[in-house]
C-alpha cells in the first residue's frame, strides 16, 4: 500500500497533467540572478556569468541583452569574437590585431561589420582559416561549428599543449584532423573524458562553448573528482570480484566524474525509470494524463519497486519491441534491453553514463522528448520512494533536501540512481551507482552509500 504521504502529491500531479502551460516542477525551477535570465540552473550557468562579467559575452536579445541562448548552436563568428575578447582580456592576445589584410569577402557585413575584427584577428595568427578551400576567401561567419573545429581554435589560441606521454581517452579521433588537439584538450579536461567518445562532428551550443574556454582559465570550476584513483582502488580491494562503475554531473558547473566508465551492468529495478518514461510519454503523445490504470502501476513500480507492473506496462504498449524502442527513444546507446517475449528485463544491462542521462531527460528537461508536466510526475513518483528503499545515493545528502532516486536490487546486484535538489528545489547534481557481484544485494548497501558518500561529500557542499 502507498504511503498516505504519497498519494496526495501523486494526485496532484496527475490532475494538473493536461495543463500545458503548467510551471515546471522543482526538477526544473529556475531563478533569476547574474545578468541573463535564461540560463539560471543550466549546466554552463556559472561559465556564461563568468564570461559576461568579463565583457566577453552579451546577450542573444538586443538591446536589452537579457538572454544568453544557452541552446543555441554555436556560429563561427560568434567563436571568433568570444575567442578573441578572451584572449585579449586575459593577455594571451594584443588588443590590436597584428596584421592588416583583409582575409574574408564574407564577413564585411557581419554584425554591421563589428565581426570582420574578430575574424581578422584570428585569421592574422593562423587560428582560422576559410570555410572553402583551397581559395580560404570565405568565412562563412553564420555557418556552425563542430566539436573538432572549436577544440582546434581554443588550443591554437591559448597555446595549450600536452606531454607527449600523455595517452589520448577518446575512442573516436582516430586518423581525424582534430585527434591531437582533442587529447591536448582531454589533458587540461575541457571536455568529459569519461564518456570515451570524442564526437568531433557534433555541432556545439553556446553554452559548451562557454564551458570550454572558461575551463582554460578556471580548472578550479570542477570540483575534486570524487571518484579519486585511491577510493577506487581501496574499494575493488576491499571487495574483489565485484564490479563497480559510477557517474556525476555536477548541474552548477557542467562538469562530469565517472568510475570506471567502459563497464556496462545489469540494471535491476533501475530499469523501471526508463519504463516510468516510456508510459508517461505515451501519454504525452496521445495529448492526455497518464490514466488511472497507469498511475495505478507506476506508483508501486517505482515508490515500492514492485516487479508485475512492468510487464503489464509492456503488454500496455504492445510488448515486443516496447522496451528496446523506449532505449531508442531516449538515446541510450550504452544499454542493451533484455526483457521482450518473457525474458527478464532486470538483466538489461546499461552505462552509469547512460543512466545519468536518462534521469536529466526523465526530471531535469535536458534533452529528450519528455515535457514539463510528464517530469512532473517523475518528479513526484520518485521523491515518493518507500523509506526502506532510500539508500545510496541519498548517503551525505543535507537535510532539508531532496532526492529523486530508484534503486535495483537482486541477486548480486546493488545499484542506485538518482537527482539531489537543495532545500530552494533546485537541482545539485545527477548520480548513478552500479554493481554486481555481491553475494546477496544487500550485502552491496554499504559499499553503494559509501560511494554516494564520496559524491555528496564533493558536491553536496
Given at each position: 500500500m502507498v504511503d498516505?504521504?504519497?498519494v ?5 500531479s496527475v ?17 533569476n540572478s547574474?545578468?541573463?535570465i535564461d ?5 554552463a550557468?556559472?561559465?556564461?556569468e563568468w ?9 542573444c536579445d538586443?538591446?536589452?541583452n537579457r ?9 563561427r563568428?560568434?567563436a571568433?569574437?568570444i ?9 594571451v592576445l594584443?588588443?590590436?590585431r597584428?596584421g592588416?589584410?583583409?582575409h ?7 554584425w554591421d561589420g ?5 575574424i581578422d584577428?584570428l585569421?592574422?595568427?593562423?587560428i582560422?582559416?576559410g570555410c ?10 553564420h555557418a ?8 582546434k581554435m581554443?588550443?591554437r ?5 600536452a ?6 581517452p ?6 581525424h584532423?582534430f585527434?591531437d588537439s582533442?587529447?591536448?584538450?582531454a589533458?587540461?579536461r575541457?571536455?568529459d573524458s569519461t564518456?570515451?567518445?570524442?564526437d568531433?562532428?557534433?555541432e556545439?551550443?553556446?553554452a559548451e ?5 572558461v575551463r582554460?582559465?578556471?580548472?578550479d ?5 570524487p571518484?579519486?584513483a ?8 576491499a571487495h574483489p ?11 552548477e ?6 568510475m570506471?566508465?567502459s563497464n ?6 533501475v530499469?523501471?525509470?526508463m519504463?516510468?518514461?516510456g508510459t508517461?510519454?505515451e501519454?504525452?503523445e496521445?495529448?492526455?494524463?497518464p490514466?488511472q490504470?497507469?498511475?495505478d502501476?507506476?506508483t508501486?513500480?517505482i515508490?515500492r519497486s514492485?516487479?508485475?507492473p512492468v510487464r503489464?506496462?509492456?503488454?500496455l ?5 516496447w522496451?528496446t524502442?523506449?532505449a531508442?527513444?531516449f538515446?541510450l ?11 527478464p528485463?532486470g538483466r538489461?544491462t546499461t ?10 531527460q526523465?526530471?531535469?528537461g ?9 517530469r512532473?510526475v517523475?518528479?513526484?513518483l520518485?521523491t515518493s520512494?518507500?523509506p526502506?528503499q532510500?539508500?545510496?545515493?541519498t548517503?551525505?545528502?543535507?537535510a532539508g533536501?531532496?532526492?529523486?532516486q ?8 546493488a545499484n ?6 537543495d532545500g ?5 547534481y545527477v548520480?548513478a ?5 555481491w553475494?546477496?544485494?544487500?550485502q ?6 559509501q ?11
Amino acid at each position: 500500500m502507498v504511503d498516505v504521504q504519497v498519494v496526495p502529491r501523486l494526485a496532484a500531479s496527475v490532475a494538473v497533467f493536461v495543463v500545458l502551460s503548467m510551471v515546471a516542477a522543482p526538477a526544473v525551477a529556475v531563478g533569476n540572478s547574474g545578468q541573463f535570465i535564461d540560463d539560471d540552473g543550466v549546466p554552463a550557468e556559472q561559465a556564461l556569468e563568468w564570461l559576461a562579467e568579463r565583457d566577453v559575452i552579451h546577450g542573444c536579445d538586443p538591446p536589452a541583452n537579457r538572454r544568453s541562448c544557452p541552446d543555441r548552436v554555436l556560429t563561427r563568428a560568434q567563436a571568433a569574437k568570444i575567442l578573441v575578447l578572451l584572449a585579449r582580456h586575459e593577455g594571451v592576445l594584443e588588443p590590436d590585431r597584428p596584421g592588416s589584410v583583409d582575409h574574408f569577402t564574407d564577413d564585411t557585413t557581419t554584425w554591421d561589420g563589428a565581426a570582420e575584427p574578430f575574424i581578422d584577428h584570428l585569421a592574422d595568427l593562423a587560428i582560422v582559416h576559410g570555410c572553402d578551400p583551397p581559395a580560404n576567401t570565405s568565412f562563412c561567419p553564420h555557418a556552425s561549428l563542430r566539436r573538432g573545429q572549436i577544440t582546434k581554435m581554443v588550443v591554437r589560441t591559448f597555446d595549450l599543449e600536452a606531454p607527449e606521454g600523455f595517452v589520448d581517452p577518446w575512442d573516436d579521433t582516430g586518423g581525424h584532423f582534430f585527434e591531437d588537439s582533442a587529447r591536448v584538450a582531454a589533458y587540461h579536461r575541457l571536455f568529459d573524458s569519461t564518456a570515451g567518445s570524442f564526437d568531433g562532428y557534433d555541432e556545439v551550443t553556446r553554452a559548451e562553448f562557454a564551458s570550454v574556454v572558461v575551463r582554460v582559465f578556471e580548472p578550479d570550476l570542477c570540483a575534486e573528482n570524487p571518484f579519486t584513483a585511491g577510493r577506487v582502488a581501496d574499494l575493488e580491494q576491499a571487495h574483489p570480484g565485484v564490479a563497480f562503475t559510477g557517474y556525476a554531473y555536477d548541474l552548477e558547473t557542467g562538469c562530469a566524474y565517472g568510475m570506471n566508465r567502459s563497464n556496462q551492468q545489469r540494471t535491476a529495478s533501475v530499469f523501471k525509470v526508463m519504463v516510468m518514461g516510456g508510459t508517461l510519454l505515451e501519454a504525452q503523445e496521445e495529448g492526455r494524463a497518464p490514466s488511472q490504470r497507469e498511475m495505478d502501476l507506476l506508483t508501486p513500480m517505482i515508490t515500492r519497486s514492485t516487479n508485475p507492473p512492468v510487464r503489464e506496462l509492456w503488454q500496455l504498449f504492445g510488448a515486443a519491441p516496447w522496451f528496446t524502442d523506449q532505449a531508442e527513444i531516449f538515446g541510450l546507446d550504452e544499454t542493451t534491453v533484455v526483457g521482450e517475449h518473457g525474458q527478464p528485463w532486470g538483466r538489461t544491462t546499461t552505462s552509469a553514463h547512460d543512466q545519468a542521462d536518462l534521469l536529466r531527460q526523465v526530471l531535469l528537461g535536458h534533452g529528450g522528448p519528455l515535457e514539463a508536466p510528464g517530469r512532473a510526475v517523475a518528479f513526484d513518483l520518485m521523491t515518493s520512494v518507500t523509506p526502506s528503499q532510500t539508500w545510496g545515493v541519498t548517503r551525505g545528502v543535507p537535510a532539508g533536501w531532496d532526492v529523486a532516486q530508484k534503486n535495483g536490487f537482486a541477486g548480486q546486484i546493488a545499484n542506485s540512481v538518482g537527482v539531489v535538489y537543495d532545500g530552494a528545489g533546485e537541482p545539485v547534481y545527477v548520480v548513478a551507482i552500479l554493481t554486481y557481484g555481491w553475494p546477496s544485494w544487500d550485502q552491496g548497501i554499504p559499499a553503494v552509500e559509501q560511494i554516494g558518500g564520496w559524491v555528496s561529500s564533493t558536491l553536496a557542499g
